[in-house]
């Protein structure tokens, strides 16, 4: 049995060591040695295929076919003007070019990695593609109605919300184009990152029109700058509808067209996704719409350029002189999960939990009231593995007892691994007769912890997607519990506590086994040196209570509570 053991716990240790060794390699920014990123694979491969649809920004000679998004229908040789807008929380950049977003600041938002600076989810620069874009598509072959490339004028009007003032538009108009014309407004509100879109199709023409109106998120491949190699966070496209619920799709996917969604719904939303901000579309419930996904070449020299997420609902006829009004909502902010469902049930899904959300979500209600008590996120972190730990004080209790009688079992059992050390087979018959008579299970103080891991790890993620923790002081020193520890204090108590709770538990009978008990502890505490704050203060309290808790039942048990120091 213990070979076994020996044997699983080397292939654990050995696959770990690979696991860090490619992080460090990409963190150094250099490519994984054993198991390279399929997006930074997708990176470095050919252009995409002829039959890879274009976008936004690319010339084309011919009209796009009916049902897809236009490429360049409606662009005229007039200048480009950029539009700012501000509200007390945002700050928007609209483009005349078709009316589109193309620069979304959140103004209490600070950014981590340049300081003075806010966070800026949206962009249309050098370094970043990233756009919120809405157009019409024509029934007729042939014909151009006014798309995102199609030059607008703006409106006069305010252009910061100031004072008692709650609500701010800003409307965007197009010349007849194709037998319509188009005019877009955007009403912003005060404290919010939601904002009505409105559409209104006027038939300018003799006859009846039934063109399709468009919604995309255009955005590059690439991750946000600061991201950590050594936890990863979801970064790309995702659909919700009642039919399939949440889908979110890799971006290396949608290249190689490996990716199953609802291609048409009447209900749900489209998004972009990266850690802690989303944006996205949401139309009215009841508007038949088709979805699509697809990787497409803008022209741009920046690396696995673009990505683009897009509903096109089809309109009634709309006869002439009549307009056509289509209401909208677009999304561009933080993953505040409450106010998230409250815009759109479905909508919190965002916030990406892993394959624990049925634990994650209440343990996130949870915290979430006890900062509610609390005012300080850092003590919530500590008073909810309180409550945990006081939840599974039975189950902790069961397993800290098992590990009590094996350590004081274990002076037998090493005096007789040194008496039967040249005959391994009466060893292990030995050391079974040792644990009957003694009544211990070696595994007994494995399977309550077993059972624990998924709510820890559930709060794991719960952490590291919670929004709310950027930027949130706990005490002293620690002003950003989303931010590493800028003095690497908290990741050295962790190391110590860790080592502390491993000198505390039995020795393994195995010299080897006893060595792995020290050297994976400190293996993996150098991935903590990177991690969030908050996740660091979460795992030095889990240690610091299971300390307490082991060295209390041990002293209950007659068994004095000793450290078992490595031998190297």
Known sequence: MNDIRRTILWVIFGFSMVLLWDQWQIFNGNKATFFPNPAQQAQAAAKPASDVPQAAGVPAAVAAQPGTVPVTEGQTSAPKELIEVETDVLKLTFDTEGGTLARVEFLTQADVLHLGHNV?????????IYMAQTGLIASTPGVSMPTHKTAMKVLPGARKLQGDVQTLNITFESAAQGGVKLVKTYTLKRGAYDMAVKHDIVNTS??????????????????????SSFYSTFTGPAVYTDAKKYEKVEFSDIKKKKFDIEK???????????????????LPDGLKRDISMDAVDIGSSMADCCYRATLIAPLDAIKPGET??????F????QEEKKLEALYPGLELVKDYGWL???????????????KILGNWGWSIVALVLLLKAGFYGLNAHAYKSMAKMKAVNPRIMEMRERLKDNPQQMQVEMMKIYREEKVNPMGGCLPIMIQIPVFIALYWVLLSTVEMRNAPWMGWIHDLAAPDPFFILPLV????????????PAPPDPMQAKMMWIMPLAFSVMFFFFPAGLVLYW????????AQQWFINIRMGVPPQFNLPKF
């Open 264 to 282: 048409q719904s009447a209900n749900g939303y489209i998004a972009m996704v990266q850690h802690y901000f989303v944006s996205a579309w949401i």
């Open 331 to 334: 999304y561009a902010g933080p």
């Open 494 to 505: 962790m190391t110590l506590t860790t080592l502390l709770q491993t000198a505390l538990n």
């Open 357 to 371: 959300t049925i634990m994650a979500k209440p343990l996130y209600w949870l915290l979430d009231q006890i900062h």
């Open 120 to 128: 800026v989810l949206l962009d249309d620069s050098k370094e970043r």
């Open 206 to 227: 003799t006859q009846e029109v039934s063109p399709q109106l468009y919604f995309q998120l255009v955005r590059d491949g690439n991750k946000p700058a600061g991201e």
């Open 540 to 547: 030095i309290t889990n240690n610091v209570l299971s300390i």
């Open 324 to 329: 056509k009004s289509v209401a909208a909502t």
